[in-house]
């Protein structure tokens, strides 16, 4: 996990035609960041992310701004899953640990073109640059920057994974930079290559608090075990 991602040397990389952040008002996530206040080995409950209708007992693994790493009691880390906030209050994670969740928009505000932060489905670890491609009722399609469309989805405009321009970096949470690929991407030349980039200096080490493990053990998660929506 990189955490050296700069938005503003990003958007003045791609220049005047791309699109602008999507206002916060689109998304249905706080003004300002949450704090977190789950501590390791906390437990709560928790729904089950390959199971929805049952709900477990989970303990919190590892935490990185405001998002938590869960195990399932009596699972290994092939199950782990990820979660913004989480719905019920348990007896042993104490309740004021457990933020409310903001309010809905009240309809969809998004635009095609816009920017945002969207979470890889694929790789929950992992929050990216991206771009709204297509609005349709009240879904909207999100495409992620530098990828070919592999890890792009619909989702409705108060999903909760994903985020205003900036929001997860202010929460504590690294954005990884785009790939390569995109049409979208400016000439390859200009390829963004982090914060650093102009200095030559060689790639910022890692500097994600989600442990090494965490992150080997992240790509064998399911699709599924990320796609419920948080809180
Ligand atoms: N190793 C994986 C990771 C891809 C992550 C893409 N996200 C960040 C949009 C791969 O290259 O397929």
Redesign the pocket.
């Known amino acids: 996990i990189q955490s050296d991602f700069d938005w503003d040397e990003y958007l003045r990389l791609l220049g005047p035609e791309a699109g602008d952040p999507a206002p916060a008002a689109c998304f249905k996530q706080a003004a300002e960041p949450p704090s977190n206040h789950f501590q390791l080995g906390h437990r709560l409950e928790s729904r089950d992310p390959r199971n929805p209708d049952n709900t477990c007992i989970a303990s919190v693994i590892d935490r990185l701004g405001p998002r938590l790493r869960l195990r399932l009691d009596g699972s290994d880390d092939r199950n782990d899953f990820f979660r913004l906030k989480v719905k019920a209050a348990g007896n042993f994670a104490p309740a004021d640990c457990f933020v409310r969740p903001p309010a809905s928009p009240a309809k969809n505000f998004f635009a095609g073109g816009q920017k945002l932060e969207a979470i890889?489905r694929?790789?929950p670890l992992?929050v990216?640059p991206a771009t709204v491609k297509e609005v349709r009722q009240d879904r909207i399609f999100v495409s992620?920057d530098g990828?070919r469309g592999?890890?792009d989805y619909w989702c409705r405009y108060d999903c909760r994974d994903i985020f205003p321009v900036g929001w997860c970096q202010r929460a504590g949470y690294p954005v990884?930079p785009p790939?390569n690929r995109a049409p979208q991407q400016p000439q390859p030349q200009q390829r963004y290559r982090g914060k650093h980039a102009s200095g030559g200096s060689s790639p910022s080490p890692n500097s994600g608090t989600f442990s090494d493990k965490s992150a080997a053990a992240s790509?064998q998660l399911p699709a599924s075990s990320a796609a419920a929506p948080a809180a």
């Open positions: 890889d694929k790789n992992f990216c992620f990828w592999a890890f990884q790939g790509p």
